[in-house]
């Protein structure tokens, strides 16, 4: 447990994704699917600080966004916790793969769409339809995170190259403050629920808090360019992995 959440610590810093190593674990250790998603939710939170920690230098100048997409997110999120808890839904399950192969696709491609539709940047868009598409985006986004949450982190970068945030590390950092916000409404209603084993929890929360920081760090330091590589390379070993899992 405490290897995996790690690692899922430190992969969610960077795109996200970690929680296809911590659910399978608990899932082999015997807890039910569904306290199983909600334990590693709870235990995968605190990485992100440590992710957004590690990026803290590059959101200088990044509060307007923090703040719309921020309250988007925990909106959604709290829509997508909901939904979990009220209506397990085997049919969203077999969807979440494709999701996350769309959104690895879509993170790929971000930049000839950008070009080729003219969307410019976030920071020369300020109309209210150009905010208008980015918090319907973040929302769904959210709520998706909020449900299950694996991938998220791609859908919510490549949501952000289409922006024209062409800062990796800083669209990380972004992430990470979305990723959060996302999160914390969902581990509360998930805690109010009783729906968490606190002591793998707070074991693996240790281990990701760690993990987020070291993510963060290694990125900054090895370049944008083997980190966009690395986020496609995990975009598409996650969808691999979930379409083998359906066919279980």
Known sequence: MFAAAFAAGAINSIAGGGTLLTFPVLIWLGLDAKVANATSTVALWPG??????????????????????????????????????????????RLVPFLILFATILFMSQGAINRRLRFGSIEEN????YWGGAIVFQFFSAMYGGYFGAGNGILMLAAMGLLGLNDLHRANGIKNFLGICINSVAVLSFSLKHLVVWEDALLMACAALVGGYFGASMAVRIGQVWVRRGIVVIGFVIFVVMIWKLRQ
């Open 126 to 129: 300020q109309t209210n339809l």
């Open 48 to 93: 992100l600080f440590g992710g957004l920690f590690g990026y803290r230098k590059e959101l200088e100048n990044s509060s307007h966004i923090l703040a719309r997409l921020g309250i988007t997110s925990i909106v959604g999120g709290a829509v997508g916790a909901w939904l979990l808890i009220l209506t397990p839904s085997p049919t969203f399950a």
